[in-house]
């Protein structure tokens, strides 16, 4: 059985930064594409940034050159710089098999920001 599990939300001022991590057990983690998505209020969930087992990544357009995915070991993280109140959303860490596509979910961390 696969579990994921984020941490490192919280509440942060406009312009901040934080980390996610999304710890991985149960399974042969390097055959996995992990994926960050988030879910704000009153809005569907959406795409922030994808990484594939060999390191390649791709972001969404909100993300791109305030966020950096990377992976190691059974750890996938999302460093998030100059944080905007947009950006607050519940992040779920996503893991879905190469080779059968079955997929996984977190069971979310809250990123506030605010002043």
């Known amino acids: 059985q696969v579990q994921l599990v984020e941490s490192g939300g919280g509440l942060v001022q406009p312009g901040g930064s934080l980390r996610l991590s999304c710890a991985a057990s149960g399974t042969i983690f390097s055959i996995y594409t992990m994926a960050w998505y988030r879910q704000g209020p009153g809005k569907q969930r959406e795409l922030v940034a994808l990484?594939?087992?060999?390191?390649g990544t791709t972001y969404a357009d909100a993300a791109k050159g305030r966020f950096t995915a990377s992976r190691n070991k059974n750890t996938v993280y999302l460093q998030m710089n100059s944080l905007k109140p947009e950006d607050t959303a519940v992040y779920y860490c996503?893991?879905?098999?190469?080779?059968?596509?079955?997929?996984?979910w977190g069971q979310g961390t809250q990123v506030t920001v605010s002043s």
């Open positions: 996503h893991a879905q098999h190469m080779i059968s596509q079955y997929a996984y």
């Open positions: 990484i594939t087992p060999g390191g």
